[in-house]
Structures are given as C-alpha cells and as structure tokens.
C-alpha cells in the first residue's frame, strides 16, 4: 500500500502530547487563504524552487527526464504541465534550491522510519501525529498506517479539517488517542469565505467524535478581517459537546510566503499581523462559555 506524503518532521512540540513525529499527507479538500503548508494542498507530488539557494549550475536542466526544466537568465524555470514529480532534480542540485514535496511512501517503509523514535515518544508520552494537508483524504493509508502503529504500542493523533466522509472517522478511530480538529467558523458562508467550501460536514462529523466517546482537542486559527468574528458563535456550538478537552486558539503568521513563490502559488496569505495579547480576547469570550480555551501563542 502506497501513500503520498509532502514531510515528516520529528521532534514536534505542538502536535499534540510529548515528542512526536508527525507525517504531512499531500492533498486537502479546503483551500484556506491563510494556509501555511500549501504544500500540502495539492494532491500529486510537485517540488519546490527556492531562488534564493540556486547556484544557476543547471544539474537540474540535465537531470530532469522530461524536459521540463530549461535556464532563464541563468536561472532555471520548471514547466509544472510536463513535471511529473520524479524528484530527480532534487536529488541532483547541490545548493539544495529544490525541494521534494510529496515522496512516494509504501506502509512497511514509512512505519519502520516512525518506530526509529519509538524511545523517544515512550519516554515523553509521545507519539505519532497524522496531519496535512489533509491525512484522511487519503483515507486507506492513514487508517492502515495508523492501525500499524497503534499494535506496535505507539500513540497516534490525527490532525484534520473535518472534511471528509464520516465513515473514514468510524474507520480510524479505533486506533486514534486525540483528534486534533479544525474549526475555522460556525457560519457556512464566513467557512466558505475562507476555505472555499461550507461546513456542514465539518460540524457534523465533529459532533459524531464528540457523541461517541472520542477525546478531541479543537484548534481555532484566529486570523483578523476573516473570522474574529465567530469567537462567539464557535463558544455556544462547543459547549453543548462532551468529549473536548481544550480549546487552543492559534495565532495566525504568514511565515510560509516562500512556499507559495517556491510552488509557482498564487499567494492568498492575508496581510494582517496577530500578536500573543490578540489572542486574549478569543480565549476569554470561549472561556465564558465554560470552555477550557488557552492561548496558543502563550500556552503549550
């Protein structure tokens, strides 16, 4: 079984309990104007230029099968029509300008990497985190990765937006710690506005966890002229569910500007800047509604 992944990062503080590692799954159902891993939006693999780091040595014009790389002014430009993601360029540019965004992983190779640092994730109640993009749009492989891991004895979080059928959640739940779930907006035309898509499923498919016993953690991504404006509406749907264990309000930034230049993206990124007291005012209208919210620019 094969899974298309865009990144692992280990040691990760803020995916949930202890260290963990978490996986980033290519492909996401949302289109998020603030999203900071754009590189996990698409589907397919697709690699990443980074201009700032090309020695203009052209190893990637002479690598690349398909012709899709040519030189400009001494720089090289990729044809994303005639790419097809084989990643030979970047294992060819000794200036490390292109990265690999989306690898070819099959379930017996990704899981034995992850149980590398199955010490570390025992001894700091630890574990693994599935993320994204979106990981249960790629349902097979994150259930059957994270079934894999479950019998091996290794905590797995799932990191998601909430929108995707809800026999997938019935499907990983079983194997599952925490949900770490996305709520963006309760109004399905601001949701809309925002990620290009409403959120009926997104609500209902929480309110499924929330009922049947699963321990969810909400993450709200507060970003200014978007959806400040639902602080209070997301504290009277979320109090009236059992099951959640905290509310942590994230702090938007727009670090991932080089990313969307580095994929050829049009840049979405909104232009607002949100500092650690803007936070304080979401948490306390959540926290009048008896929810435990934290700062997540404060708060660990």
């Not at 232009?271 to 304080?280: G, H, P, S, Y």
Request: aromatic share 8%; net charge neutral.
């Amino acid at each position: 079984m094969e899974g298309i992944i865009a990144g692992i990062k280990r040691s990760a503080v803020h995916d949930g309990n202890g260290l963990r590692t978490t996986v980033f799954f290519k492909g996401c159902p949302l289109k998020c104007v603030w999203c900071h891993n754009p590189e996990g939006i698409g589907f397919k693999p697709e690699i990443g230029f980074y201009k700032e780091k090309c020695m203009g040595c052209g190893s990637c014009v002479t690598s690349c099968k398909r012709n899709a790389i040519t030189m400009e002014n001494g720089k090289p430009v990729t044809n994303r029509i005639l790419c097809d993601g084989c990643m030979d360029c970047t294992e060819y540019c000794p200036g490390d300008a292109r990265q690999a965004y989306g690898i070819r992983w099959q379930l017996d190779a990704l899981v034995k990497k992850l149980l590398q640092d199955k010490a570390f994730f025992q001894n700091s109640n630890g574990g693994v985190t599935l993320s994204g993009g979106e990981c249960l749009a790629q349902p097979e492989f994150a259930v059957a990765l994270a079934k894999a891991l479950y019998e091996e004895g290794i905590s797995v979080d799932i990191d998601t937006c909430g929108a995707v059928k809800q026999d997938i959640f019935r499907k990983i739940a079983p194997y599952a710690d925490t949900f770490l779930y996305d709520i963006k907006a309760i109004d399905p035309l601001v949701h809309k506005h925002c990620t290009g898509r409403d959120n009926e499923q997104i609500l209902e498919n929480l309110r499924y966890l929330c009922q049947n016993g699963h321990r969810v953690e909400i993450r709200y991504p507060y970003v200014p002229g978007w959806n400040d404006g639902e602080c209070e509406a997301i504290g009277k749907f979320l109090a009236k569910l059992p099951g959640i264990t905290k509310v942590k309000v994230l702090g938007y930034h727009n670090f991932a500007d080089g990313k969307y230049d580095a994929l050829d993206l049009p840049n979405t990124l909104p232009d607002v800047k949100v500092l650690a007291q803007d936070l304080n005012r979401p948490v306390s209208i959540l926290r009048s509604f008896g929810i435990n919210a934290v700062n997540g620019m404060l708060d660990d």
